[in-house]
């Protein structure tokens, strides 16, 4: 128990006796009979309560709540004496009673205003502390930013204010705005604003320091500041930039109800430590959708193509990436209908070394040189002797092997032009069933100054498949043992049961069983082509874009 001056009151009570020591206290002390008037009064507290004096009765000379203290403990109501507290004259006292043997009482006031005061900013900055850990957790919970400007102003609205509009960046001519009072829902509209309209919030928008909150006239904003729930004249406004990383991430608009008190200083700056962590929330999200979007457009340059039906001939793919989460990798494959200038479609499968993003980085310009290179593509040499310097001469160090098949259709039979780079050799299923290797070769792309490739013709008579794969599905390893190779006998046995089955069947065979003999074991990149003549297609219904009528 501490005194005006830091010390402690005495453990029983002084002689009343005009004691200079005791008048001269720094603390108020008085003392007062059992039945309620007052004895004596020392200097201290007749300064705090001038109308008591002695033979004075306390009723209506100190404040009520000691009166009454002095009442339950002179009438044994209260035994032990407990501490009786309350206020006087702005100040929050603490009266200690010391009971005589005589029934007289000595009350001495201990000054508890500051302590309280620290107690309460303490217990203040604690809950404020609590909330921004829960408000962080709860704004980076998620990447979305339409969701986190929604948890910024039902946060902002809950905690802050009665209500709150969160403006975005401006986008065109238009801002995204967030609005929504406490307790109910917030509201996502695309409007056209004059920020200028209220003020600070121009400059907020730009990350300047925001403006008093006492220089905005309340009743001057403009409808669209105030939301349609939020219920009663605006009494008091905030307007505080939301910082981003590197630009600003918006400004959030305050509003409290006029039946409310104004913000002060402190809820001020409090609202700008929270729309801190907001609008570091806030920009993330923004900096994450953006980026989704960027991977997005990439990715879709990236992914192998959907396959169809070129000139009367089918043609299907298939991809598995070497891990679930990725969609792109370091196999791929293409067909570029009615190249060169033979009218040819010519069809790519291959694989680059490497996995993942870096892999999938080269197969794009692998995919982009084949793509410029179509006009001499009937010279499947010439073609890989180009992309070879293009490899070579780039900053990647890895190199690749692919296959390429030129395709014509003529009559009821597709002739096919085959062309390995250092890839394994394409397989063909006959009608009887009989799986054939073709017998091009060469050396991979990327690697050698010099490279030599054969290219080798076969025709596919109706029903019959050539099948282009990566090595990703020989080299797959699984089975009973977990630990065996899928092999190039296992794909000849599954190709075998693919007689004259369409394109999109043979694929999706092979695929089924490769996954099947993986499991949940690792694996490499993994694709598949087939190039097929349709069984029993009247020809003369194909397009080159549709599939032909199947007459039987």
């Known amino acids: ?31 007062a009979e059992a039945g309620g008037s007052v004895v004596e009064i020392n200097h201290a507290a007749g300064a705090l309560f001038p109308d008591a004096r002695g033979g004075a009765p306390m009723a209506g000379t100190v404040p009520d709540w000691l009166a009454e203290a002095h009442l339950r403990v002179t009438g044994g109501t209260d035994v032990e004496a407990p501490v009786a507290r309350g206020t006087h004259g702005g100040l929050t006292l603490a009266a200690h009673p010391t009971v005589a043997v005589d029934g007289a009482v000595t009350w001495w006031l201990v000054d508890d205003t500051d302590r309280l005061r620290a107690e309460a900013a303490l217990h203040r900055e604690q809950e404020r502390a609590a909330f921004l850990t829960d408000a962080s957790s709860r704004l980076l919970a998620s990447l979305n930013s339409r969701r986190c400007m929604e948890v910024t102003v039902e946060l902002a609205a809950q905690h802050l204010a009665d209500a709150a509009v969160l403006v975005a960046p401006r986008t065109g001519r238009r801002h995204a705005l967030a609005l929504g009072a406490a307790g109910t829902p917030v509201t996502h509209v695309m409007a056209q604003i004059d920020a200028d309209a209220v003020p600070g919030l121009a400059e907020a928008l730009q990350g300047f320091p925001p403006v008093p909150s006492r220089w905005i006239d309340p009743a001057a904003l403009p409808q669209w500041a105030v939301p349609d729930a939020f219920g009663g004249p605006v009494g008091s406004v905030v307007v505080t930039p939301l910082p981003g990383h590197g630009v600003p991430a918006g400004a959030l608009i305050l509003l409290r109800r006029s039946d409310q008190a104004a913000f002060d200083p402190s809820e001020e700056v409090f609202a700008r430590v929270f729309s801190a962590r907001a609008g570091a929330a806030l920009s993330a999200a923004r900096l994450y959708t953006e980026q989704t ?29 070497s891990r679930e989460i990725d969609r792109i990798g370091g196999d791929f494959y293409d067909v570029h209908p009615m190249s060169g200038t033979h009218g040819e479609t010519l069809a790519v499968l ?38 070879n310097g293009a490899l070579l001469n780039g900053r990647h160090t890895r190199f690749a092997s692919l296959v390429l098949v030129s395709v014509r259709r003529e009559g009821h039979l597709t002739r096919l032009r085959v062309t390995s780079a250092g890839h394994p050799r394409p397989l063909v299923v006959r009608n009887t069933g009989v799986v054939e290797e073709t017998a091009t070769s060469g050396t991979i792309v990327g690697a050698l100054p010099d490279i030599t490739a054969t290219t080798v013709g076969v025709e596919l008579a109706p029903g019959e498949t050539c099948l282009l794969f990566t090595d990703g599905i020989t080299e797959a390893r699984g089975g009973p043992l977990r630990n065996a190779f899928f092999g190039g006998r296992r794909l000849r046995g599954a190709l075998a049961h693919c007689a004259g089955m369409p394109a999109e069947a043979v694929v999706e065979h092979i695929r089924m069983l490769a996954s099947e003999w993986i499991g949940d074991n690792p694996h490499d990149d993994m694709a598949l082509m087939a190039i097929t003549t349709p069984r029993n297609t009247h020809l003369t219904a194909v397009d080159g874009h549709t599939p032909g009528r199947y007459t039987g």
């Not at 005194?3 to 108020?28: E, I």
């Not at 993003?357 to 006009?375: C, E, S, Y």
Request: a negative charge; glycine letters at 10%; proline letters at 9%.
């Open 1 to 31: 128990m501490t005194t005006f001056d830091g010390s402690s009151p005495p453990a029983r009570p002084l002689p009343v006796n005009g004691d200079a020591a005791w008048l001269g206290a720094p603390y108020p002390a008085l003392v």
């Open 293 to 321: 979007r960027i991977t997005a457009t990439l990715m879709e340059e990236l992914l192998p193509p959907t396959l169809r039906q070129v000139d009367g001939v089918e043609f299907a793919g298939a991809y598995r990436a």
């Open 350 to 387: 291959g694989d680059v070394c490497g996995k993942g993003l870096d892999a999938a980085v080269l197969t794009g310009k692998i995919r982009n040189t084949l793509q410029a290179m179509l006009p001499m593509a009937d010279d499947h040499a010439t073609v890989l002797e180009l992309l």
